[in-house]
């Protein structure tokens, strides 16, 4: 399948790119936040809405099995709209997650209050491929869904790096991608990038993903400035300055359950 969920009967169906990087049978994060920010989109709304914040709690490792994706307005308004989202599969929920949206006007703000370009853009860029330890699948949401370009640091180096991604195929079969779906999808990764512990060594899995916008992005390319905080007894923070080819547009943060392999 050229994408990495397809809609049957109501509910999201993964192909193998939507595989993550630590089990061989669950799904990457970034696959199902996404769908997550779909459902939102797709939630009715008087004028033009900005998805402002979108915070998701993963309940356990979400299986490669097909998603059930429930999403409802919490709170209406103009202004101001409250979501509340649940994904479900093999009969338990799997993610649980609220949303902020904003809506959309024009406002005059100075110029120098919208931050421009600061990270090397993309095009020139090398690819790169993650590195996947735990099997020997072909198809994964880092290898084959996304598209990945370093502007600093690389896979060969933990600390702080930034990488741009972007998506290969459509999140859903038959559809393009919207922005905020662009967004989400990157967001996820912070960990993986700016990871201060090595692959082969360590796991470092979010049980969480927040993302907040300040703008929706423009183009296919998502950049993600990432660097991870370790505390002493085996969590971490993973925080990301997201941006389009036009600068930044928000942040991303992960809390990292840390271990030993």
């Known amino acids: 399948m050229s994408a990495v969920f397809?809609?049957?009967?109501?509910?999201?169906?993964p192909s193998g790119h939507a595989r993550g990087p630590w089990d061989a049978g669950s799904q990457h994060g970034?696959?199902?936040?996404?769908?997550?920010?779909?459902?939102?989109?797709?939630?009715?709304?008087?004028g033009p809405m900005l998805l402002s914040r979108l915070a998701v709690e993963y309940l356990g490792a979400v299986p490669l099995s097909p998603l059930g994706v429930r999403a409802e307005i919490a709170r209406p308004g103009r202004r101001l709209q409250l979501a509340e989202i649940t994904v479900s599969a093999e009969g338990r929920d799997v993610c649980r997650a609220r949303a902020v949206r904003l809506r959309r006007e024009t406002v005059r703000v100075p110029d120098e209050a919208?931050?421009?370009?600061?990270?090397?853009?993309?095009?020139?860029l090398?690819?790169?491929?993650?590195?996947?330890?735990?099997?020997?699948?072909?198809?994964s949401f880092t290898a084959t869904a996304m598209e990945l370009r370093f502007a600093d640091g690389s896979f060969a180096a933990t600390g702080p790096a930034t990488a741009w991604f972007r998506l290969r195929i459509?999140?859903?079969?038959?559809?393009?991608?919207?922005?905020a779906q662009r967004a989400v999808a990157a967001a996820d990764f912070g960990n993986g990038i700016g990871a201060e512990l090595p692959f082969a060594t360590h796991l470092f899995v979010n049980t969480?993903?927040?993302?907040?916008?300040?703008?929706?992005?423009?183009?296919?390319?998502?950049?993600?400035?990432?660097?991870?905080?370790?505390?002493?007894?085996?969590?971490?923070?993973?925080s990301s300055v997201l941006h389009d080819v036009h600068g930044p547009i928000g942040r991303a943060a992960q809390s990292l359950y840390v271990a030993a392999r």
């Open 208 to 238: 969480d993903l927040s993302v907040h916008l300040s703008r929706e992005p423009v183009g296919e390319w998502i950049g993600v400035e990432a660097v991870t905080e370790h505390g002493p007894e085996g969590t971490a923070l993973a």
């Open 6 to 13: 397809a809609e049957h009967d109501g509910r999201f169906v």
């Open 170 to 179: 459509p999140l859903v079969e038959g559809e393009v991608p919207t922005p």
């Open 30 to 46: 970034g696959g199902p936040a996404a769908l997550i920010a779909r459902a939102v989109e797709r939630l009715e709304a008087t």
């Open 126 to 139: 090398t690819p790169e491929s993650m590195p996947e330890f735990h099997h020997d699948e072909t198809d």
């Open 114 to 124: 919208i931050p421009g370009p600061r990270i090397t853009a993309p095009d020139g």
